[in-house]
């Protein structure tokens, strides 16, 4: 092939990539504005709510993300089968991860309500803090079974190639949830300060629920992203091959066991992710307040630009799983590795975002001087592992494409907690008789070793069974 050919052969992938990966990082980054606006809102209201609001995310965030990351396994299926053409089989599989994701979330809600208390103890949470807090996760549990409903549907929408209505159902829910924590937060004094006596007056009288209205808030925008994900799939041309709809499937093991075999590895792979980070702020706590809100900051500002890497892979699992479902595996091969380079180019753009923006949007964090130097310092740091961590995002994405989920998930395991947590709790804590430690930095050092091991591990992955397929494929075809 000649290099004008393959230059407009990567050209031609690198758009279709991109057209799929923009809807899912407005998506994310909808999803992320709900958070934020929870946590804005809670703040205002008092240091208790916000507190109660922190630590009862803290809770069920991790347990939403392994059981969301689980149904993710459904893109994979639904692309494989969507590639070959195989669109009769397709709805029984998405009827499949339905059940589950109504199992599930209905077991992460009582999870959720029945534990929290023991785990707000073992955590030595204050009284007043740990109250608000259990009465939040009690309303937000309400909502959880609509996030796993919502999760297999978008996880079907994407495996489809249409990963735009996650971003107009993200949005629904940001729109939603605004408005709805400001009514039941603050409640009507909120609403007399904000318009004056002119409202009605049944208006005033309601109540100010604080971290309790934020639970109800989050719930409700749960449940209108889940209801408009059904009201889509049931009115769109888009999905008429799959007659999504069209007669309920049952129960059937044989797909339930696919499902969890291909997703619940993916899942895990999440939380260990996301609890190394929660771990991680343990564990400095002991280095003070200023050192807490300086990592707090940098992490904050890197998950944002985290969001471009994410959603490329998320949409790299689609691409491969679409080629390899229409039989083409020398074009999965290079959709892979030309989503690899991608993602490298796109890392080379954070850390020149970083280099230029990182001062003024620490700005916007704190006033603290001491805070806004170590803030600065971390963030810095940070552009060295842009590579790295953009690169094992969209290596596991890829390997997700191939359905090759189990040692992916090994890999994270040994990776973050094993090299990075034990790196960084080694060199943040020190040695007497080797040498001092490094504090925060140490721990931001361990982060670059994990995500480094993890890029170097699922590169090596990636080239061996991306290799193995073409081979298998090639000699089948002779």
């Given at each position: 092939?000649?290099?004008?050919?393959?230059?407009?052969r990567?050209?031609?992938e690198?758009?279709?990539?991109?057209?799929?990966?923009?809807p899912?990082?407005?998506?994310?980054?909808a999803?992320?504005?709900?958070?934020?606006?929870?946590v804005?809102?809670s703040?205002?209201?008092?240091?208790?709510?916000?507190?109660?609001?922190?630590?009862?995310?803290?809770l069920?965030?991790?347990?939403?993300?392994?059981?969301?990351?689980?149904?993710?396994?459904?893109?994979?299926?639904v692309?494989?089968?969507?590639?070959?053409?195989?669109?009769?089989?397709?709805?029984?599989?998405?009827?499949?991860?339905?059940?589950?994701a109504?199992?599930?979330?209905?077991?992460?809600?009582?999870?959720?309500?029945?534990?929290?208390?023991?785990?707000?103890?073992?955590?030595?949470?204050?009284?007043?803090?740990?109250g608000?807090?259990?009465?939040?996760?009690?309303?937000?549990?309400?909502?959880?079974?609509?996030?796993?409903?919502?999760?297999?549907?978008?996880?079907?929408?994407?495996?489809?190639?249409?990963?735009r209505?996650?971003l107009?159902?993200?949005?629904?829910?940001?729109?939603?949830?605004?408005?709805?924590?400001?009514?039941?937060?603050?409640?009507?004094?909120?609403?007399?300060?904000?318009?004056?006596?002119?409202?009605?007056?049944?208006?005033?009288?309601l109540?100010?629920?604080?971290?309790?209205?934020?639970?109800?808030?989050?719930?409700?925008?749960?449940?209108?992203?889940?209801?408009?994900?059904v009201?889509?799939?049931?009115?769109?041309?888009?999905?008429?091959?799959?007659?999504?709809w069209?007669?309920?499937?049952?129960?059937r093991w044989?797909?339930?066991a696919?499902?969890?075999?291909?997703?619940?590895?993916?899942?895990?792979?999440?939380?260990?992710?996301?609890t190394?980070?929660?771990?991680?702020t343990?564990?400095?706590?002991?280095?003070g307040?200023i050192?807490v809100?300086?990592?707090?900051?940098?992490?904050?500002?890197?998950?944002?630009?985290?969001?471009?890497?994410?959603?490329?892979s998320?949409?790299?699992?689609?691409?491969?799983?679409?080629?390899l479902?229409?039989?083409?595996?020398?074009?999965?091969?290079f959709?892979?590795?030309?989503?690899?380079?991608?993602?490298?180019?796109l890392?080379?753009?954070?850390?020149?975002?970083?280099?230029?923006?990182?001062?003024?949007v620490?700005?916007?964090?704190t006033?603290?001087?001491?805070?806004?130097?170590l803030?600065?310092?971390l963030i810095l740091?940070?552009m060295?592992?842009?590579?790295?961590?953009?690169?094992?995002?969209?290596?596991?994405?890829?390997l997700?494409?191939?359905?090759?989920?189990?040692?992916v998930?090994?890999?994270?395991?040994l990776?973050?907690?094993?090299?990075?947590?034990?790196?960084?709790?080694?060199?943040?804590?020190?040695?007497?008789?080797?040498?001092?430690?490094?504090?925060?930095?140490?721990?931001?050092?361990?982060?670059?070793?994990?995500?480094?091991?993890?890029?170097?591990?699922?590169?090596?992955?990636?080239?061996?069974?991306?290799?193995?397929?073409?081979?298998?494929?090639a000699?089948?075809?002779?």
């Amino acid at each position: 092939m000649s290099t004008a050919n393959h230059f407009y052969r990567c050209r031609r992938e690198t758009a279709s990539l991109v057209r799929l990966a923009l809807p899912v990082c407005g998506a994310q980054l909808a999803q992320a504005g709900m958070s934020a606006s929870d946590v804005i809102m809670s703040g205002r209201a008092s240091a208790t709510d916000l507190a109660a609001v922190s630590v009862g995310a803290s809770l069920w965030v991790p347990l939403m993300l392994l059981m969301t990351g689980t149904l993710m396994g459904v893109t994979p299926i639904v692309a494989h089968r969507a590639g070959a053409g195989d669109f009769d089989q397709v709805r029984g599989k998405v009827h499949q991860a339905l059940w589950v994701a109504l199992v599930l979330g209905c077991l992460s809600a009582l999870a959720m309500t029945l534990g929290a208390r023991a785990i707000f103890q073992l955590m030595q949470i204050p009284a007043d803090v740990a109250g608000l807090a259990i009465e939040y996760l009690s309303a937000v549990a309400f909502g959880i079974p609509a996030v796993a409903l919502y999760q297999a549907l978008r996880a079907f929408s994407d495996g489809m190639l249409h990963t735009r209505p996650a971003l107009w159902m993200s949005l629904v829910g940001l729109a939603v949830n605004i408005p709805a924590n400001f009514l039941l937060i603050y409640g009507g004094p909120g609403l007399v300060e904000l318009w004056g006596d002119d409202i009605p007056t049944l208006l005033q009288q309601l109540p100010a629920l604080g971290a309790l209205g934020c639970g109800i808030a989050t719930a409700i925008s749960m449940w209108a992203m889940c209801l408009g994900m059904v009201w889509y799939t049931t009115r769109s041309r888009a999905y008429a091959p799959v007659s999504l709809w069209a007669s309920p499937t049952p129960p059937r093991w044989k797909d339930i066991a696919e499902l969890l075999y291909i997703g619940l590895p993916i899942g895990l792979a999440i939380f260990f992710e996301v609890t190394l980070f929660t771990v991680i702020t343990l564990l400095v706590a002991y280095l003070g307040e200023i050192t807490v809100a300086a990592h707090q900051i940098a992490l904050n500002v890197t998950s944002i630009l985290f969001m471009l890497p994410l959603s490329l892979s998320m949409a790299l699992t689609v691409r491969v799983s679409n080629r390899l479902g229409a039989g083409n595996m020398a074009e999965a091969r290079f959709v892979a590795w030309n989503g690899i380079g991608v993602g490298f180019a796109l890392a080379l753009l954070n850390s020149l975002l970083i280099w230029l923006l990182a001062a003024p949007v620490v700005s916007l964090y704190t006033n603290n001087v001491e805070v806004r130097t170590l803030a600065m310092s971390l963030i810095l740091l940070a552009m060295l592992f842009q590579i790295s961590d953009s690169l094992q995002v969209n290596l596991a994405g890829a390997l997700r494409g191939y359905k090759d989920t189990r040692v992916v998930m090994g890999i994270t395991l040994l990776s973050y907690w094993f090299v990075g947590l034990g790196c960084g709790h080694l060199l943040g804590r020190g040695m007497d008789s080797t040498f001092a430690s490094l504090g925060i930095y140490g721990y931001w050092i361990g982060l670059n070793a994990g995500l480094t091991t993890a890029a170097g591990l699922l590169a090596w992955r990636l080239w061996r069974v991306s290799r193995q397929r073409s081979a298998k494929n090639a000699v089948y075809l002779h």
